[in-house]
């Protein structure tokens, strides 16, 4: 089974998105006192800490492959 793929810029979405929906779900269990609804921000957070591991070590497609601007996608080199 092969894995999905993502450009660098798709993952760098994905993974910024899923660390404002930690950031939001970390307030909302702060904030709500009842129980329940911090037993689930709690699981919703590990299934979005997943999530951004997955995406994080998800290797990236070619630049040739992934998008029309190939500079894009090169490392950054200091």
């Known amino acids: ?3 999905p793929r ?3 810029e ?3 979405r994905l993974f910024d998105g899923c660390h404002a929906a930690l950031v939001w779900l970390a307030v909302l269990a ?3 006192p009842e129980p329940d609804v911090e037993a689930l921000a709690l699981a919703a957070m590990a299934a979005i800490g997943l999530a951004a591991a997955f995406v ?3 290797p990236a497609l070619a630049p040739e492959t992934c998008s ?3 500079k894009e ?3 950054h080199v200091p």
Do not use: H, I
């Open 1 to 3: 089974m092969r894995l």
């Open 10 to 12: 798709r993952a760098t």
């Open 68 to 70: 029309g601007n190939p």
């Open 56 to 58: 994080a070590l998800c």
């Open 73 to 75: 996608d090169e490392p």
């Open 6 to 8: 993502f450009s660098r």
């Open 30 to 32: 702060f904030v709500v």
